[in-house]
T-cell receptor, first 110, second 112 residues
């Protein structure tokens, strides 16, 4: 089975800090995604990547950037964390058969 | 742009009742995939089904069934004889351009 691992389950950061959320998948998938989930809003796509060093903006990229230096790793970066970025962040990878999600990182910005 | 409407924000039913979760989507593609995911209280997203838009046959998997109507852009999900373990948030998600876009989800409560 494909495994998508997010390095932290819970994270608390201060306003203005630079935050890295890491995601690693172990099945050589080309495509990787970052979503955030907020109550009543479902999952919204932040960024995605179809290959190493490639990135595409999703629906809500403002305040975020990403890095894909290796195929298996897709990092989400909050350059200067703000309280409105407090959320659950979910990473996913996919190939022909479907999508696999990590267990999520619950980020609180104080 | 894609749009997904899950009109039911929250549903409560008594155990053993049948329940249908509605999903209506918009897409510009003629060929696409549709997904349903379950998110139990533990938070992980559990894959339920992936359906190609070419295939309009209804799908049944145990107590779960899906009704896909391309003409009305709907992909409804029915749980038969619901159980408490079915309590979760359920997301409908069409895929377009190799990425899936989620609806806001329907929170389902199965009451014992």
């Amino acid at each position: 089975d494909v495994k998508v691992t997010q390095s932290s389950r819970y994270l608390v950061k201060r306003t203005g800090e630079k935050v890295f959320l890491e995601c690693v998948q172990d099945m050589d998938h080309e495509n990787m995604f970052w979503y955030r989930q907020d109550p009543g809003l479902g999952l919204r796509l932040i960024y995605f990547s179809y290959d190493v060093k490639m990135k595409e903006k999703g629906d809500i990229p403002e305040g975020y950037s990403v890095s894909r230096e290796k195929k298996e790793r897709f990092s989400l970066i909050l350059e200067s964390a703000s309280t409105n970025q407090t959320s659950m962040y979910l990473c996913a990878s996919n190939e022909l058969t479907g999508y696999t999600f990590g267990s999520g990182t619950r980020l609180t910005v104080v | 742009a894609q749009k997904v409407t899950q009109a039911q924000t929250e549903i409560s039913v008594v155990e053993k009742e049948d329940v249908t979760l509605d999903c209506v989507y918009e897409t510009r593609d003629t060929t696409y995939y549709l997904f349903w995911y379950k998110q139990p209280p533990s938070g992980e997203l559990v894959f339920l089904i992936r359906r190609n838009s070419f295939d309009e046959q209804n799908e049944i998997s145990g107590r779960y069934s899906w009704n896909f109507q391309k003409s009305t852009s709907s992909f409804n999900f029915t749980i038969t004889a619901s159980q408490v373990v079915d309590s979760a948030v359920y997301f409908c998600a069409p895929e377009e351009d190799d990425k899936i876009i989620f609806g806001k989800g329907t929170r389902l409560h199965i009451l014992p």
